[in-house]
C-alpha cells in the first residue's frame, strides 16, 4: 500500500469517526411523556403577586429604620394569604426580617431540601419612571402579564412556592424528607444578614442539606449563539466576584512644565495594557451547557463540539464574539471607576480606578493579582484588594445527583421535550451562602421568558405572563412532592 492511500485512508476513517461521534451528540436525551400537573386557577396567583408587589420591601445600600417597615408588612401578607401552609410550617425570623420556614418531614433520616428565595427588590430609578408601562408598585395586572418590581425577581417564586404548599397542604400531603424554605430580605445587597445568617444558624443546629434550589436559569432561548429554540439552563455555580484598586502618585505642579507621564496616564497606560491582555479563556464548564443543548446547535457547531479536543480555538472564537457567552468561559473584568485630577492646568497629585473582576472557578484571587501584576508590569502602579467588594468563590455543583436528574426530568414533563443543560451564573445569588451546609446548590426558576425579558430585570418594565405564573405554581407543586419523597 502505498504512503497516499494509507494517510487518506486514515484521514477519512478520522473524519468519520469525528461524524459518529457529532450524531451521537445529536440525540442526546430521550423523550418523557408529559405527566398531570395541578389544577391552577390563574387569577390566584396573579392577585397574589400583584398584593406581594405592592409591599415596596426595598434593598438599597443606606437603609433607615423606617425603610424596613414593608418588610414586616410582607411578613404578615403572607401569614394572611397562606393560611394553611403557616398552619404546618414552622416559622423563625432570622436577623429580624429574614424568614426561615420548615416542613417537618415524616422521615428524619433523610438530609432536608432547601428552597431559597428573598423579598427583596432593587428600587426603580426615577429617571426611568416615565419609561414604564405600568406603575413598578402598583402590582397592575393587564395584558395577560402581572407588571412591577419583584414580578421577575423574585416575589414571582416567593408566590409560586407558597402557592403551591397551599395547594399540597389541602391535598393533605406531607413530606417525607424536611423542606426548608428561606426567604432572605437583602438579596440585592449582598444577603449577609439574610442568607449569610439563617444559613449559620442552620449549621450551628447540625443541619446538612441534600439539595438546595435558589432562583438563576430558566427556560429561554438567545443565550447561545446560532441557538433561537427554547432550552431550560439550570444555574450549577457562580462566578466570584473580586475588585481591584490601582493607584498611582504624581508630582503635583503646573501642566507647563509636565513629565513624561502624569499619574492619570500612569493609570490610563495600565487600564489599556489590561483591556489588551485578557484572561485565557477555559471551556470546561461551557461544554456541559454546550452538550446539554446540542440537539438544537447547527450541525458543524455540533461536530466542533463532539471533537472539542481539535476544535477548542474555534468554539472559543465562536463563543467570544457575544459577551453573555465570551463571561462564561474566562475571568472577565471591566474598568468601573476613574479618579484624578483637579484641573485643567494643575498636574493630578494621584490617581486611581477600580477594576471589577468576575472570575472563572478555578481562578483564585491570588492567579487574577499575579496575572494584573505581570500583565501591567508598572512599578509606579499601587495594587490592591478591594476587601469591601470581594465575596470569595463559590463551589461549582455536580449534576451527577438524583436532586439534578429529578430536577431535570420535571423540567421536560412541564415544558415539554426541551433541552435541560447546566449552566454557570455571571451574577450572585444566595445560594452561595450555603455552600457549608449543601454540596448541591441548583438555580432554576420555572418559567419560560423572551430574550427582552433578560432585561427587565432590574430595569425598566419588570413582568411575569399570568399563564408563566401558572406555570411557576405547577412546577413547585411537582418538585415538592418529588423532592419531598425521594430517598436521598
Ligand atoms: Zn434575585
Not at 404548599?165 to 391535598?171: A, D, N, P, S, T
Not at 441557538?227 to 450549577?236: E, P, R
Not at 463540539?305 to 468554539?315: D, G, M, Q, T
Request: glycine share 6%.
Amino acid at each position: 500500500m502505498s504512503v497516499v492511500v494509507l494517510v487518506t485512508s486514515i484521514v477519512v476513517l478520522l473524519v468519520l469517526v469525528m461524524f459518529l461521534k457529532s450524531l451521537r451528540l445529536k440525540h442526546s436525551f430521550e423523550t418523557v411523556e408529559p405527566v398531570e400537573l395541578i389544577k391552577v386557577d390563574k387569577e390566584i396567583p396573579a392577585r397574589h403577586l400583584s398584593e406581594a408587589i405592592r409591599i415596596k420591601t426595598i434593598s438599597q445600600s443606606l437603609m433607615e429604620r423606617e425603610d424596613y417597615k414593608p418588610f414586616l408588612q410582607f411578613h404578615n401578607w403572607l401569614d394572611k394569604t397562606y393560611p394553611k401552609a403557616h398552619a404546618v410550617l414552622q416559622r423563625k425570623i432570622i436577623s429580624e426580617f429574614s424568614l426561615l420556614y420548615l416542613w417537618q418531614g415524616l422521615d428524619t433520616s433523610l438530609k432536608p431540601v432547601l428552597f431559597s428565595s428573598h423579598m427583596d427588590v432593587v428600587p426603580v430609578e426615577r429617571s426611568t419612571m416615565d419609561v414604564w408601562e405600568a406603575s413598578p408598585f402598583k402590582g397592575e395586572i393587564k395584558n395577560g402579564f402581572v407588571w412591577g418590581r419583584g414580578a421577575l425577581d423574585m416575589k414571582h417564586q416567593v408566590v409560586a412556592i407558597f402557592e403551591s404548599i397551599e395547594r399540597l397542604v389541602e391535598m393533605s400531603y406531607q413530606p417525607k424528607r424536611s423542606i426548608y424554605v428561606t426567604i432572605g430580605h437583602d438579596e440585592e445587597i449582598s444577603g449577609k444578614n439574610g442568607a449569610r445568617q439563617i444559613a449559620a444558624y442552620l449549621k450551628r443546629k447540625g443541619v446538612q442539606l441534600a439539595a438546595l434550589l435558589d432562583e438563576g436559569g430558566m427556560v429561554s432561548q438567545g443565550m447561545i449563539p446560532y441557538v433561537d429554540q427554547k432550552a431550560a439552563f439550570i444555574g450549577i455555580g457562580e462566578k466570584e466576584y473580586l475588585t481591584l484598586n490601582l493607584y498611582a502618585k504624581g508630582s503635583p505642579g503646573h501642566s507647563s512644565n509636565p513629565p513624561r507621564q502624569t499619574a492619570i496616564g500612569v493609570i490610563a497606560r495600565a487600564l489599556a495594557l489590561l483591556d489588551d491582555n485578557r484572561m485565557p479563556a477555559r471551556l470546561n464548564l461551557i461544554l456541559q451547557t454546550l452538550e446539554g443543548i446540542a440537539s438544537l446547535l447547527p450541525f458543524q457547531f455540533q461536530f466542533a463540539l463532539a471533537n472539542s479536543w481539535i476544535f477548542k480555538p474555534v468554539i472559543i472564537k465562536l463563543l467570544e464574539k457575544q459577551t453573555q457567552t465570551n463571561a462564561l468561559i474566562r475571568t472577565t473584568h471591566a474598568s468601573t471607576v476613574i479618579k484624578g485630577g483637579i484641573k485643567d492646568n494643575v498636574l493630578p497629585a494621584e490617581a486611581s480606578a477600580k477594576v471589577n473582576f468576575r472570575l472563572l472557578p478555578g481562578d483564585t484571587r491570588e492567579k487574577v493579582l499575579k496575572n494584573v501584576h505581570n500583565v501591567i508590569n508598572d512599578a509606579r502602579v499601587k495594587i490592591t484588594i478591594d476587601e469591601a467588594d470581594a465575596w470569595g468563590a463559590c463551589k461549582v455543583s455536580t449534576i451527577q445527583t438524583p436532586a439534578y436528574n429529578t430536577l431535570e426530568l420535571i423540567i421536560r414533563q412541564v415544558f415539554g421535550n426541551i433541552p435541560v443543560a447546566p449552566l454557570l451564573l455571571i451574577f450572585a445569588t444566595d445560594a452561595r451562602h450555603y455552600q457549608e451546609i449543601c454540596d448541591h446548590l441548583y438555580h432554576f426558576s420555572p418559567l419560560r421568558v423572551a430574550p427582552e425579558d433578560m432585561k427587565r430585570l432590574h430595569g425598566v418594565n419588570e413582568r411575569i405572563s399570568v399563564d408563566e405564573l401558572v406555570k411557576m405554581v405547577q412546577f413547585f407543586a411537582r418538585l415538592l412532592r418529588v423532592w419531598g419523597d425521594a430517598e436521598f
